[in-house]
């Protein structure tokens, strides 16, 4: 079983605001990084450490944490943002990155 | 650009050994931990294997210690993956995945191969 857990799946109406959370207790002491994955694709990296987003993705992506949860923020959702979104961190033990969350499918309507 | 490219994927029976292969391009592969992530069809990402940039530490995921041997040639920039008694569940897309630091614990997966299908069957 996954040590990060995430819901299957969240929608979000065009132009909205979504947020996708990622609870685990390895988040009280190391961030998360989110990875998008669209159909057929291989994952790509949208957010890491605090609050930082690789070249070339959008700023309407935002990170953040609280406790035992990191969550990713869509602000204004497009409909090329539907896809899975997994987030990763270290075990509990923080001896590797091995831990993914189970994923979220993110729908927009 | 930074490109990573498997390849060596297949089909195996159970019981059989396969060997992936990543070729990296476009950064000092030297300088970087890389990784290996499964995807089972239909399922969620599962994290297999590191090996930190000097070759001197590795991980395995408890579903593959004892079968699986991550190995790198920084000399011809190409990361592996020893596969061994392999099992039915074993069968997914294999990633190969760039670290954003040296060691293998830390920082995240700034880029990701387009991965190589392996299955294992009868």
């Known amino acids: 079983s996954s040590e990060l857990t995430q819901d299957p799946a969240v929608s979000v109406a065009l132009g909205q605001t979504v947020r996708i959370t990622c609870q685990g207790d390895s988040l009280r002491s190391y961030y998360a990084s989110w990875y998008q994955q669209k159909p057929g694709q291989a994952p790509v990296l949208v957010i890491y450490g605090k609050n930082n987003r690789p070249s070339g993705i959008p700023d309407r992506f935002s990170g953040s944490s609280s406790g035992n949860t990191a969550s990713l923020t869509i602000t204004g959702a497009q409909a090329e943002d539907e896809a899975d979104y997994y987030c990763n961190s270290r075990d509990s033990s923080g001896n590797h990155l091995g831990v993914f969350g189970g994923g979220t499918k993110l729908t927009v309507l | 650009e930074v490109q990573l490219v498997e390849s060596g994927g297949g089909l195996v029976q159970p019981g059989g050994s396969l060997r992936l292969s990543c070729s990296a391009s476009?950064?000092?592969?030297?300088?970087?931990?890389m990784h290996w992530v499964r995807q089972a069809p239909g399922k969620g990402l599962e994290y297999v294997s590191a090996i930190s940039s000097n070759g001197g530490s590795t991980y395995y995921a408890d579903s593959v210690k004892g079968r699986f041997t991550i190995s790198r040639d920084n000399s011809k920039n190409t990361l592996y993956l020893q596969m061994s008694s392999l099992r039915a569940e074993d069968t997914a897309v294999y990633y190969c995945v760039k670290g954003a630091v040296a060691a293998i614990v830390g920082g995240h997966f700034d880029y990701w191969g387009q991965g190589t299908l392996v299955t294992v069957s009868s």
């Open positions: 476009g950064f000092t592969f030297s300088s970087y931990a």
